[in-house]
């Protein structure tokens, strides 16, 4: 696929050979059928489209400098979304039957798997939908599951640069017993309208405050909230953020390098007292923050003075990214070859 321009991909979505799919009906899980179609047949009647049954997974394969295929820590994605699944009350997809399913679409669709050191990677999203016909408000008896995925591009396209986030108060993400720790749609749906405001604003992200106090940092958008302070890397204490894995990974890399890890709630005006701070999730990895402007107030925390990357997430990110390309030994064992 020598016309595919790697470096220039967006982070979208790209067509490719194949997906698998797997469904639930009469007790049990069929067999993942692998289809070119780009379509789901749905009943118009499935809980998935009227009562928000759907939950989500992100994760990444990438191409390493020894020409071997990594997928990164999918255990964690196919334990989370039983998380999610068990929160909205869907059928759970076994653990089993996930790693398989999202295994087969890197196999199956090989040729799409950026080179080494491009800063390309290969972008799976499994995904599971209530697809059984249901009127009355009850959870459906039959699901789908399937994974699809596609290349998508180096993040920061001219470089590893700070963007500039906005603290919103008049919108909520979660409520405080909610669903923010399950990935499911319908908090993105809630999000919306704060993350797009922001983006006309020119903010490139959003930050929610606790939905019961406003005091407190909760979630940085689609990614988790991070601060270095001296020697500790500091992260929100709450139930009602996602358990980023990219968040698990970067507080243990930063254990590892000898630092302090801080899991706790954090005052909004402890911004001003933080040396680094950053978003992290998937897709970017790391998005180191520039400056924090609360839109109820107009105050403004100023987190780099010259527009630079600090040192520590600089040194996180090229951490986690020399893991997961198999240039820095895995010694936690988070990624699975695919052969
Ligand atoms: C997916 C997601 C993240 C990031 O999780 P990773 O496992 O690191 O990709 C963070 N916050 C929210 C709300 C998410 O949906």
Known sequence: MSQIDWANLPFGYFKTDYNVRAYYKDGKWSDLEVRQDEMINLHMAAT?????????????????VDGKIRMFRPDEN???LVLSANGIMMQPVPTDLFIEACKKVVKL????????????SFYLRPLLIGSGAQVG?????????LVFGGPVGPYFKSGFKPVPMQIVKDYDRVAPLGTGLFKVGGNYAASLKAS??????GFSTVLFLDSKEHKYIDEAGPANFFAIKGNKYITPDSHSILRSITNMS????????????????IEEEELSTFDEIGACGTAAVISPISKIVDRSTGKEYVVSKDGEAGPVSTKLYKALRGIQEGEIEDKHGWNLIVE
């Open 250 to 265: 970067l507080q243990q890399i930063a254990a590892d390098m000898g630092m302090e890890v801080e899991r706790r709630p």
């Open 137 to 145: 408000v009850k959870p459906a008896k039959e699901y789908v599951f």
């Open 196 to 201: 797009e405001r922001a983006h006309d604003e």
């Open 78 to 80: 196919a334990k989370r």
């Open 48 to 64: 998935c489209l009227h009562y928000g049954q759907e939950a989500f997974e992100g994760l990444k394969a990438f191409r390493g």
């Open 109 to 120: 669709n090989e040729k799409y798997i950026p080179p080494y050191g491009v800063g390309a």
